[in-house]
């Protein structure tokens, strides 16, 4: 299950979408999330976006943008601002269309009229952990109502009048985009996951089968890959010195017991301790 980071908890959609430990909003300094659930990151964006100039320099603040891109490199997920936000050049994020980064991350533009924003709001995600192919459905195009950028011309801004959306709501993720972008995290971090477990990982040892059948084990808790490794991982850590008895790997072993620490066993022990 994902985290999201620098959310508005009173007024946004992600507490009614996800635990209220998985939601790190203004009460919680959300710069402090060390892991291990992939992230949907919201950062502050405004020393980032367009309307910068008319806002007060934070420097708290501001640095939340650069924390929020290091933990979706860190764990995976997706990292939500405006498009052309100079948080990109600030960290070498790669802008849309121009391939990936040394994390694997790539950016990626929509517009958040077509998950039900009421104005066009064009936005660009920063994804690690997920390729194109592999994102969730995406909507139609949607068909805005309202209207976020002051109007340039006096046509225009009578067109506008009363379209503006309140400044108090302009930040608001729409709860279908929200639902997507959780999607997304969620999508990340079991690819990530799965690219990066090594053959060893810590005391277990396991092959491909055994990885199917943690995959198989995990989908019948409800649980992701990545949470279910975590919990066979304390698991090892607490019967080291138990009824585990891990042995070296290439260390003789009894007849038709697995070499290391037994994928079997620990999965045994795991259900046995309901944990």
Not at 193 to 222: F, H, L, Y
Not at 256 to 274: D, H, I, K, Q
Request: net charge positive; with cysteine.
């Amino acid at each position: 299950m994902p985290v999201a980071l620098y959310v508005d908890t009173r007024r946004g959609p992600y507490p009614e979408l996800l635990p209220e430990q998985m939601c790190w909003g203004l009460e919680r300094d959300a710069t402090r999330y060390r892991g291990p659930h992939p992230v949907v990151a919201h950062p502050p964006c405004k020393d980032w976006g367009g309307f910068r100039y008319r806002v007060i320099a934070d420097a708290r603040r501001k640095a939340c943008g650069p924390r929020a891109v290091r933990q979706v490199r860190a764990h995976g997920g997706v990292l939500e601002h405006p498009a052309n936000s100079l948080l990109w050049q600030e960290v070498g994020m790669p802008a849309p269309g121009e391939g990936k980064d040394k994390w694997g991350g790539w950016t990626l533009e929509v517009d958040q009229c077509d998950w039900g924003h009421r104005a066009r709001k064009r936005t660009w995600l920063y994804i690690v952990g997920l390729e194109a192919d592999q994102l969730p459905e995406r909507p139609a195009a949607g068909a805005p109502t309202h209207v976020i950028a002051p109007a340039k011309t006096p046509a225009a801004r009578a067109a506008a009048r009363g379209r503006h959306i309140p400044k108090s709501q302009r930040h608001l993720t729409p709860p279908v985009f929200a639902e997507w972008l959780l999607a997304v995290a969620t999508r990340a971090g079991e690819g990530r996951q799965e690219s990066t477990m090594p053959e060893k990982r810590g005391a277990i040892w396991c092959d491909q089968s055994d990885a199917n059948a943690v995959r198989t084990a995990a989908a019948a808790r409800g649980e992701t890959t990545r949470e279910y490794m975590h919990k066979l991982a304390e698991v090892a850590r607490i019967h080291t010195r138990q009824a585990l008895d891990p042995k070296p790997r290439g260390q003789a072993t009894q007849a038709g017991e697995p070499e290391g620490l037994p994928l079997a066993r620990l999965v045994s022990a795991l259900r046995e301790a309901n944990t």
